[in-house]
């Protein structure tokens, strides 16, 4: 009996253990850092590139209310993808985004590039396109404004979700998936719904700039 009463004091101080030990594993693992970002205190350069984009989606006849930005510096298994507010001045979303497989690339370092078949990611400015995919129906296509990814359309480059990405963002890193991610940017599927409703609420394309920043 007493051993009985043991092992029923015992087990659930167990569990507690188990749990506190999980907890900050993914705490060291940068789980829960930055989490869901709103404003821009982690990101002042922001700002100034929040500016640039600004007078370029003007120029281009764009949505001049917000635009995407995406650092491909910051690991994937934090936040990197960002919506900001231009009339807020501030990030008023964040989510998640994996890299292409393609050259080399691993988990903790994306290698870039233009070209068809590459399966790499590509940096530059996009015009966040409404046209679907083919089999992704959610998903948006991709044009390239830039020479470092004016291949995008013609290699059928979009902004799409990939539950690969919500089963793997508390990792510091995503793992790289040439099934989920041949270079377009792969979100959450929270992420693309929050995406495609700010896309049907809004008139003009979105601008979505990617650029590495290490």
């Given at each position: 009996m007493a051993v009985r009463k043991i092992k029923?004091?015992?087990?659930?101080?167990?569990?507690?253990?188990?749990?506190?030990?999980?907890f900050f594993y993914l705490f060291?693992?940068?789980c829960f850092s930055p989490g869901k970002i709103a404003g821009n205190t982690r990101y002042?350069?922001?700002?100034?590139?929040?500016?640039?984009?600004?007078k370029y989606?003007?120029?281009?006849?764009?949505?001049?209310?917000?635009?995407?930005?995406?650092?491909?510096?910051?690991?994937?298994?934090?936040?990197?993808?960002?919506?900001?507010?231009f009339e807020e001045g501030r990030i008023v979303y964040s989510g998640y985004a994996m890299h292409g497989?393609?050259?080399?690339?691993?988990?903790?370092?994306?290698v870039f590039s233009n070209v068809y078949g590459s399966l790499c990611s590509s940096v530059g400015r996009y015009e966040v396109t409404r046209n679907r995919g083919t089999r992704n129906k959610t998903g948006l296509r991709l044009k390239g404004l830039d020479?470092?990814?004016?291949?995008?359309?013609?290699?059928?480059?979009?902004?799409?979700?990939?539950?690969?990405?919500?089963?793997?963002?508390?990792?510091?890193?995503?793992?790289?998936?040439e099934k989920c991610c041949q270079g377009c940017v792969t979100v959450s599927t929270r992420d693309m719904a929050y995406i495609?409703?700010?896309?049907?609420?809004?008139?003009?394309?979105?601008?979505?700039?990617?650029?590495y920043d290490a």
């Open positions: 029923r004091v015992l087990a659930p101080l167990a569990a507690l253990f188990a749990a506190a030990l999980f060291s693992q940068g002042p350069d922001m700002a100034l590139r929040a500016e640039q984009a600004l989606a003007e120029r281009r006849g764009m949505n001049n209310q917000y635009c995407l930005f995406l650092d491909y510096g910051i690991p994937s298994g934090k936040p990197r993808l960002f919506v900001w507010s497989p393609g050259k080399g690339s691993t988990d903790e370092v994306p020479l470092s990814n004016n291949n995008a359309y013609f290699r059928g480059i979009m902004i799409h979700s990939s539950r690969w990405v919500d089963r793997n963002k508390w990792r510091k890193y995503i793992p790289l998936n495609n409703r700010l896309v049907g609420q809004e008139e003009g394309n979105l601008l979505l700039w990617a650029f």
